[in-house]
């Protein structure tokens, strides 16, 4: 069974412009996140998708940044104008429902944004 | 709002020698315990978990945690480490009643020849 995949795994941009990064999660997990990593420091939360709604987006820094998740299936993330300070990893994972005992959440390797 | 601090960001070992990660984390409400660990150029891997009942979890690769709820802890251990088991670790709190993680700022443990 393929495990979460996340693309483009590193992308360098200029300051001002657009990426989108796209996380396909395993299959039939209907829970869908996106968390960061800057500089080194903690792992943060962004959003939380079930199927194709988001559940809980307070983690999302600012407006430039943009999340989908056509259909319940994959899930992408646009940074639109970016900024230096959006350079990072950006993790995705997914789980099946989280009752008692299904609690792990499986990540993907994570795409490398850096911003010029 | 929770927090999780990992005391240490870097623990350089000797193979075959024991390691302790050490982990604290803060919460006013239940929360349910993870170790990930990060092996260079992979994605985050579940190590181990606590969910509830017997505090001493064991893991993969030969890991244990402990979790101790009057110190807020939730210390990694391994007898006898690897070279193999050089990576990042992460520890990690989540709601009981809710999904988001909540991580640590990472170990990197290299282990030594």
């Known amino acids: 069974e393929a495990g979460v995949t996340q693309f483009p795994s590193h992308s360098v941009i200029e300051k001002g412009q657009t990426v989108t990064l796209r996380c396909d999660p395993i299959?039939?997990?209907?829970?869908l996140y996106w968390y960061r990593r800057v500089m080194g420091k903690e792992i943060k939360f962004l959003l939380h998708?079930?199927?194709?709604?988001?559940?809980?987006e307070s983690g999302m820094p600012n407006n430039r940044f943009l999340a989908e998740r056509t259909g319940g299936t994959y899930s992408t993330l646009k940074v639109q104008p970016a900024e230096l300070e959006d350079s990072g990893v950006y993790f995705c994972?997914?789980?099946?429902?989280?009752?008692?005992?299904?609690?792990?959440?499986?990540f993907g390797e994570g795409s490398r944004l850096t911003v010029l | 709002a929770q927090s999780v601090t990992q005391l240490d960001s870097q623990v350089p070992v000797f193979e075959e020698a024991p390691v302790e990660l050490r982990c604290n984390y803060s919460?006013?409400?239940?929360?349910?315990l993870f170790w990930y660990v990060q092996y260079p150029n992979q994605g985050l891997q579940l190590l181990l978990k606590?969910?509830?009942?017997?505090?001493l979890v064991k893991g993969i690769n030969g890991f244990e945690a402990e979790f101790n709820k009057s110190q807020t802890s939730f210390h990694l251990r391994k007898p006898s480490v690897h070279i193999s088991d050089t990576a990042e670790y992460f520890c990690?709190?989540?709601?009981?009643?809710?999904?988001?993680?909540?991580f640590g700022e990472g170990t990197q443990l290299t282990v030594n020849p």
């Open positions: 998708f079930v199927k194709e709604s988001k559940q809980d």
């Open positions: 606590y969910l509830s009942g017997s505090t």
């Open positions: 990690a709190v989540q709601e009981t009643s809710g999904s988001r993680l909540t």
């Open positions: 919460s006013s409400v239940s929360v349910y």
């Open positions: 299959s039939g997990h209907d829970n």
């Open positions: 994972a997914s789980s099946l429902s989280l009752g008692r005992g299904r609690r792990e959440l499986f």
